[in-house]
């Protein structure tokens, strides 16, 4: 980033799951209550407000931005932004305010990530999804994003080998994770081989992928509080972001090598080249595991394999808890659940708690540097950041 920084100062998130008796507004307000008494500060401490919400029509508020302001008075007359970018709505949101603030126009931001998703039909979910895909070739128009990771499948195959015993087992490890998140939607231990056969309980949702492969559908919201670094200074606890990089790729799969995964790639080269790191720095990641496909073609576009051999990272434990890079120790997407507007601000108020020691049984010992990936529709928008424990 530039020699001014701006920092993580505090999070909020609520559960995530099926919340009947919760609105998105409800959603909102909680989370955004929340980050403020864990920052220590007011709405009139707050200099801007940025909310990440796909919708695309899951439900009828349609100008959310300013449900912010329900959460505290003094919010009242605060500009409000809503950011839209497929299920990485929640690092654009993140992305606003660190702009803000690098410009001079803010030094404390409030950014709040929801969606409210359970209440409608898997079919009316999967089609809302669809959205984020490309509508000008008839042909991808009618996949929808479970038939189109199901196509990264089939051509990792063709191109390399099986990747479905990878998958399952990145399924298996993910719902382990969540066991210790208890904000996470899904705290079922699923062996291996649950992940890797097809059953009543696990059928086939587009061939390949079966259930165990595919993120769950979610009603959550997160929030953090964004401080320029002279700002940052007057906090308990404080992660920096070392770097944000930002990379939009063409929208037809067509016109793209779809596996090769090039924007999530370039996203997370970017960051540890802006943070001035290696990979072998890192501590853990938080990545996009909207579908286990995705993460396993994350391992390779991060460097901790070649292309195709994404496996051996789970072969040998590098990606499980107490291995050298764990990957979703939160549960990812997968467990913890993907309400798609806040994904991305979620994984960096949990990783904000990683790395200040506020993460209860998903702590690891002297963690201090993360990496957040974040993407929206397949491989479009990406969101690579790194997060470095200053003050904890």
């Not at 899951?58 to 497929?86: M, Y």
């Not at 072969?315 to 808890?321: I, K």
């Amino acid at each position: 980033m530039q020699s001014q920084t701006v920092s993580i100062v505090g999070s909020g998130h609520t559960r995530f799951g099926r919340l009947d008796a919760l609105t998105l507004e409800d959603l909102i307000v909680s989370a955004s209550r929340e980050a403020l008494l864990d920052a220590g500060i007011s709405g009139d401490d707050v200099d801007a407000v940025f909310l990440g919400h796909f919708n695309s029509g899951l439900v009828r508020d349609g100008f959310a931005s300013s449900l912010i302001h329900q959460a505290a008075p003094e919010l009242r007359f605060t500009p409000a932004v809503r950011c839209e970018n497929a299920c990485a709505s929640g690092a654009a949101a993140i992305e606003a305010g660190v702009n803000a603030i690098l410009a001079g126009r803010a030094d404390t931001v409030l950014v709040v990530g929801v969606e409210k998703m359970t209440h409608r039909s898997t079919g009316d979910v999967t089609q809302a999804l669809a959205g984020a895909g490309y509508q000008n070739d008839p042909a991808e128009a009618a996949l929808s994003f479970p038939q189109l990771f199901a196509l990264a499948a089939q051509q990792y195959a063709g191109r390399y080998q099986d990747p479905l015993p990878a998958m399952a087992a990145i399924a298996s490890k993910n719902h382990a994770n969540a066991l210790r998140n208890p904000l996470a939607q899904m705290h079922r231990a699923l062996d291996f081989d649950a992940c890797n056969t097809v059953s009543d309980k696990n059928p086939l949702v587009a061939p390949p992928l079966r259930l165990t492969d595919c993120s769950l559908i979610t009603d959550g919201a997160a929030a953090i509080v964004l401080a320029s670094s002279a700002r940052a200074r007057d906090f308990q606890r404080e992660v920096v972001l070392r770097s944000l990089a930002h990379v939009s790729d063409l929208l037809p799969i067509a016109q793209r090598d779809f596996i090769g995964f090039e924007g999530p790639r370039k996203a997370i080269g970017d960051a540890l080249r802006q943070a001035g790191i290696q990979l072998e720095d890192l501590d853990f990641a938080e990545v996009h595991d909207c579908f286990t496909i995705a993460e396993l073609l994350l391992y390779e576009a991060m460097g901790l394999a070649p292309a195709g051999q994404g496996h051996r990272v789970l072969d040998d434990g590098t990606v499980l808890r107490g291995g050298a890079l764990p990957v979703n120790l939160s549960g990812g997407l997968k467990a913890k659940g993907h309400p798609v507007g806040a994904t991305g601000v979620s994984m960096h108020a949990i990783s904000y708690r990683q790395l200040t020691g506020c993460a209860g049984d998903m702590q690891l010992d002297g963690a201090s540097l993360g990496l957040v990936f974040n993407m929206g529709g397949a491989a479009v928008a990406n969101y690579a950041s790194v997060l470095e424990a200053r003050r904890t």
